[in-house]
């Protein structure tokens, strides 16, 4: 007796016609009732099962067009270039910055984590971490999950003042003076974290403004900033005696004639109402 014989142009008609099909359609378009000839064809073929709908359906490569992000849908059913759900989550938050809140990756994936976070911690391929009384989702590696978390907080930190830092113009004089002051009783590497600090917390365009205000080269302000996002920090670090600015009351006159100079400047008269 003869075996059967089964085209696999069978299924890339179909699939070809319809998009996405369950396993029943496609023994049903190459007239088998094998689930193993099924997959034979596909692998064949090149295929993707769907991250979504518990895996049931499946579409040709040549079909699947991923996005930037390596995700592609055929109405509500979502594939990933990255196969199933467990390790699409996984390459998501092992790729962020910031790592994720399962919220975050429901929005961007389309379909519930929570199981495939709670799985990917139990077996030792993310940890999660608190942060502002949620769990954050982040790398399994120490290295890069310090990174993520230190990325997160910074954003997630409150400003200054309602609407963010002021910019240095509205700053009063006397604040001015006080900035300077304890600006310059730092260290370098204590100046240039300083002023990377405030310009994260102020935002696009923070190095310029915090470089006129501290009288810093942008560059020195930028480095600062990387150095914090990257934690590149040398805690040990210390100058020998003797080495560094001098103390406060050792000023060099320069320090001390900007502070004279702004806190003598008299502020512009109030407009008297009418």
Same mark, same amino acid.
């Given at each position: 007796? %003869?075996?059967?014989?089964?085209?696999?142009?069978?299924?890339?008609?179909?699939?070809?016609?319809?998009?996405?099909?369950?396993?029943?359609?496609?023994? @049903?378009?190459?007239?088998?009732?094998?689930?193993?000839?099924?997959?034979?064809?596909?692998?064949?073929?090149?295929?993707?099962?769907?991250?979504?709908?518990?895996?049931?359906?499946?579409?040709?490569?040549?079909?699947?067009?991923?996005?930037?992000?390596?995700?592609?849908?055929?109405?509500?059913i979502w594939f990933s270039r990255h196969g199933t759900l467990l390790n699409s989550v996984e390459f998501f938050v092992q790729d962020s910055p910031a790592?994720?809140?399962?919220?975050?990756?429901?929005?961007?994936?389309?379909?519930?984590?929570?199981?495939?976070?709670?799985?990917?911690?139990?077996?030792?391929?993310?940890?999660?971490?608190?942060?502002?009384?949620?769990?954050?989702?982040?790398?399994?590696?120490?290295?890069?999950? %310090?990174?993520?978390?230190?990325?997160?907080?910074?954003?997630q930190a409150q400003p200054l003042r309602p609407g963010g830092t002021p910019p240095p113009e509205t700053v009063s004089q006397e604040a001015k003076a006080?900035?300077?002051?304890?600006?310059?009783?730092?260290?370098?590497? @204590?100046?240039?974290?300083?002023?990377?600090?405030?310009?994260?917390?102020?935002?696009?365009?923070?190095?310029?403004?915090?470089?006129?205000?501290?009288?810093?080269?942008?560059?020195?302000?930028?480095?600062?900033?990387?150095?914090?996002?990257?934690?590149?920090?040398?805690?040990?670090?210390?100058?020998?005696?003797?080495?560094? %600015?001098?103390?406060?009351?050792?000023?060099?006159?320069?320090?001390?004639?900007?502070?004279?100079?702004?806190?003598?400047?008299?502020?512009?008269?109030?407009?008297?109402?009418?």
């Amino acid at each position: 007796m %003869r075996t059967p014989s089964f085209h696999v142009e069978s299924i890339r008609s179909w699939l070809q016609n319809h998009m996405v099909a369950t396993l029943p359609e496609l023994k @049903q378009a190459l007239g088998t009732e094998v689930g193993m000839t099924v997959f034979r064809k596909l692998r064949e073929l090149g295929y993707h099962s769907s991250y979504s709908h518990r895996g049931q359906y499946y579409t040709l490569e040549e079909i699947a067009h991923f996005d930037e992000q390596g995700l592609w849908s055929h109405h509500d059913i979502w594939f990933s270039r990255h196969g199933t759900l467990l390790n699409s989550v996984e390459f998501f938050v092992q790729d962020s910055p910031a790592g994720y809140f399962s919220k975050e990756l429901e929005a961007l994936l389309h379909v519930s984590v929570k199981e495939a976070l709670l799985q990917l911690v139990a077996q030792d391929r993310l940890t999660r971490e608190s942060v502002s009384n949620r769990f954050l989702y982040c790398s399994f590696e120490p290295a890069l999950r %310090r990174q993520q978390l230190l990325a997160r907080r910074m954003s997630q930190a409150q400003p200054l003042r309602p609407g963010g830092t002021p910019p240095p113009e509205t700053v009063s004089q006397e604040a001015k003076a006080a900035i300077l002051l304890f600006f310059s009783l730092l260290d370098e590497q @204590q100046r240039r974290l300083y002023a990377g600090l405030q310009s994260l917390l102020m935002g696009h365009g923070g190095d310029q403004q915090i470089a006129g205000l501290l009288d810093l080269d942008p560059h020195t302000v930028a480095k600062g900033r990387h150095q914090l996002l990257e934690q590149d920090v040398l805690l040990d670090r210390a100058r020998n005696s003797g080495g560094g %600015r001098k103390p406060v009351e050792n000023k060099t006159p320069e320090v001390i004639q900007a502070i004279e100079r702004l806190l003598s400047r008299t502020p512009p008269e109030t407009p008297s109402r009418v």
